[in-house]
């Protein structure tokens, strides 16, 4: 077995088991807030703080593994470096794990200064998170770096971000899949350094004892999580556009259009993550009309270009809807409706009355499940079936993405309907006024049970390939 193949089997086993701990972590909060294990309450905040920084760290590793074997099509990423980032991931998690179960560390996923400091939990599990997020933060820069080198390897900068397509030339050919993912990864290094410097401060707090300037720290912590997450999405993206042509038997190549749409993200989305601050009246108000008008433009790109790209592509083609195709196709799906939501919610006047409520996990939760999970997971599916061309079941597999489009939006559903009726988010346990999100939250648990019963089908087929591959 050559390693790149062991590195992405190696990814994807990661991923199965590292997702099926977080969700519980998620349904275990669920729990909580539907007052059904009162006595395990003083666990929420652990468990939500090991459910978000795990699940926005996990899924970005599963989609720049994901990129990167779509990239290794054309150019030559350090196979080495991969499995270098495996190693620096797990010891990562390990930290993360000690800090959590350990320390009952409990910032929350974006740790936002200063509540590392004031959290009443011991300081070396302050420390150890710290740690954790400064190897993670390490070890995929390096990752992501040497996959650039890949890239420049091949093209040039013009090239690889397809500015020859902009000034009206043909040639030559970039793959829509390559100028994705350039545009992501140089957002990406701009994201992993703002960390390194928001790490730099806390340690330097730590240290000395000065304080630090919590609006700098807010900023540069948004600016550092906005982008992760964002930039999860496109890398997924960027696999979905180099293997859906393979089911459609029509070409989706590089032009114009996904030049320019791809070249004014890199831009809009180091601008939107202002919208993280609306609420902060220090925060000059000229960049809260930044954030609005830039989170805004965010959605054409992805809305106009990809997804109704997707669609054109799709319509009255002979497709095979296999379970990696149609995980897939309703991935970019969600990752559209997601965006709706999240477009409302940037919306300073309404963000205004949704801000803290249960609309933000609502919103952010389905370009997550529905939109990466979906992608990323429909890439493994389709991965292992090229390896081992094993007989698909299409009827049971239909089944499966049934289970987890059902069960996955009848979760988020609650989660709308509770945003809706101003049901706050972080909190263990509702109020007597607020009891509508306790039945909301033993709703979701059925909901929950049935995406569960599907990811474990799911695994299932999939991981049957992932095992006859192993002899490939
Ligand atoms: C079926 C799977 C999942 C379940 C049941 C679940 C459940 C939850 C719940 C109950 C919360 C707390 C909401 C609140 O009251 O504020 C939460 C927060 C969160 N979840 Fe999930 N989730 C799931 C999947 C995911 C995925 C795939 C991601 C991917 C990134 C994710 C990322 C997060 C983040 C970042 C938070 C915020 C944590 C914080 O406020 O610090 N979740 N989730
Ligand atoms: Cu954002």
């Given at each position: 077995?050559?390693l790149?193949?062991k ?85 990562g ?14 910032a ?22 710290l ?31 397809g ?8 040639g ?17 290094v ?14 330097y ?11 700098l720290?807010?900023n ?8 992760l997450?964002?930039?999860?999405l496109y890398?997924a993206?960027?696999?979905v ?5 393979s ?8 032009n ?35 954030g609005?008008?830039?989170s ?16 054109a ?15 897939m196709f309703?991935?970019?799906m ?12 940037s ?5 205004s009355?949704?801000?803290?409520t ?21 890439y493994?599916y389709?991965?292992c079936?090229e390896?081992?061309?094993?007989q698909?079941?299409l ?22 309907l ?7 988010r ?22 929950i049970?049935?995406?569960?019963l599907?990811?474990?089908?799911y ?14």
């Open positions: 077995m050559n790149a193949h590195n992405t089997l190696n990814w994807i086993m990661v991923t199965f088991v590292l997702f099926i701990v977080l969700l519980l972590a998620g349904m275990f909060m669920r729990i909580i807030q539907a007052n059904m294990f009162s006595s395990a309450q003083s666990w929420f905040y652990p468990m939500m703080t090991l459910h978000g920084v795990g699940m926005a760290g996990l899924w970005w590793v599963a989609s720049i593994a994901c990129a990167s074997r779509v990239l290794s099509r054309y150019t030559a990423p350090s196979e080495c470096v991969s499995r270098f980032a495996l190693y620096g991931t797990v010891l998690v390990l930290f993360l794990l000690a800090s959590v179960f350990l320390g009952q560390f409990a929350g996923w974006y740790f936002l200064y200063p509540l590392p400091f004031k959290g009443g939990w011991p300081t070396w599990a302050t420390l150890s998170f740690l954790s997020i400064t190897i993670l933060g390490a070890t995929w820069l390096v990752w992501i770096l040497d996959l650039l080198r890949s890239i420049a390897k091949k093209y040039t900068i013009g090239q690889a971000l500015w020859h397509y902009i000034l009206g030339k043909t030559p050919d970039v793959p829509p899949a390559v100028l994705i993912t350039a545009v992501s990864l140089i957002a990406g701009a994201c992993l350094l703002s960390g390194v410097v928001v790490l730099l401060f806390f340690y707090e730590m240290l000395t004892g000065v304080a630090n300037d919590a609006l720290m807010k540069l912590t948004f600016l550092f999580g906005h982008l997450v964002n930039l999860s890398l993206v960027a696999a556009y180099d293997v859906f042509p089911y459609t038997g029509r070409p989706w190549p590089s114009k259009i996904v030049a320019i749409s791809w070249n004014s993200v890199l831009v809009i989305v180091l601008l939107a993550y202002f919208h993280h601050l609306y609420m902060d009246f220090v925060q000059p108000t000229y960049f809260q009309y930044v609005q008008i830039a805004y433009m965010s959605s054409i790109p992805a809305a106009v270009v990809t997804v109704f790209g997707a669609i592509l799709v319509y009255r083609a002979p497709v095979r809807w296999s379970l990696g195709f149609t995980l309703f991935g970019l969600g990752w559209g409706i997601g965006g709706i939501g999240a477009v409302i919610d919306t300073i006047a309404v963000n009355k949704l801000h803290n249960l609309w933000v996990p609502a919103h952010f939760h389905t370009y997550m499940i529905e939109g990466l999970v979906l992608m990323v997971l429909g493994f389709h991965y079936q390896k081992t061309k094993l698909e079941n009827y049971f597999q239909k089944i499966i993405a049934a289970l987890i489009l059902v069960g996955g939006y009848g979760f988020l559903l609650m989660f709308y509770s945003g809706a009726h101003s049901i706050p972080r909190f263990a346990v509702y109020p007597a006024d607020l009891s509508s999100g306790a039945q909301l939250s033993g709703i979701a648990l059925i909901f049970s049935i995406f569960l599907g990811l474990v089908l695994i299932y087929e999939t991981g049957r390939r992932w095992v006859k591959s192993l002899d490939v």
